[in-house]
Antibody
């Protein structure tokens, strides 16, 4: 079964760091670009960032709201993509989703992991 | 940034009746490679988003054929030919032509 599973969410204090993982199974992660999205409670979807696959240089793009604080990386040998989140703010509180991206298609999607930034 | 505007924001529909959602972008979504990266996503209550349509009109695997997408340039439409109870949720258009990728506000489809 083609699947993505996010992990690493939780309660964290403002200013602290957290690393989310997105583990793939049932497909070859290295064939896909990967993207992270988030959804604040009761709000719409927001794009967070994107990492190309190695064939396209493995480079990254970020939303302005997280640039300089968040870093996306990937370990294709482990079939895992990461979202390193530093200097967390209360406005980063959201459900975080990872998804694969290939030829205009966003699939699969993970079930999400909840990040709560609060003192 | 490209602004995506959806209408309506809420759509009460009688089962078996059609529904239509419009999405307008603040600039053309035609990419330099000739493709238009406009997708439609469905989010049922309590679940992650699910891809319905990609590149304007391509129905994703497993999506019922009552869902269809159309449009070009800056104006796009998602149509549900006959709404079923399982179609309740929020529908988002999203552009992946230009960074930052952006979403419409979402349209809530509910059963009358």
């Amino acid at each position: 079964e083609v699947q993505l599973v996010e992990s690493g969410g939780g309660l964290v204090q403002p200013g602290r760091s957290l690393r989310l993982s997105c583990t793939a199974s049932g497909f070859t992660l290295g064939d896909y670009a990967m993207s992270w999205f988030r959804q604040a409670p009761g709000k719409g979807l927001e794009w967070v960032g994107f990492v190309r696959n190695k064939a396209y240089g493995g480079t990254t793009e970020y939303a302005a709201s997280v640039k300089g604080r968040f870093t996306i990386s990937r370990d294709d040998s482990k079939s895992i993509a990461y979202l390193q989140m530093n200097s967390l703010k209360s406005e980063d509180t959201a459900m975080y989703y990872c998804t694969g991206y290939h030829s205009g298609r966003f699939d699969p999607w993970g079930q999400g992991t909840l990040v709560t930034v609060s003192s | 940034d490209i602004v995506m505007t959806q209408t309506p924001l809420s759509s009460p529909v009688t089962p078996g009746q059609p529904a239509s959602i419009s999405c307008r972008s603040s600039q053309s979504l035609v990419h330099s490679d000739g493709n238009t990266y406009l997708s439609w996503l469905q989010q049922r209550p309590g679940l992650p988003p699910r891809l319905l349509i990609y590149k304007i009109s391509n129905r994703f695997s497993g999506v019922p054929d009552r869902f269809s997408g159309s449009g070009a340039g800056t104006d796009f439409t998602l149509k549900i030919s006959r709404v079923e109870a399982e179609d309740v949720g929020v529908y988002y258009c999203m552009q992946a032509t230009q960074f930052p990728w952006t979403f419409g506000q979402g349209t809530k489809v509910e059963i009358k």
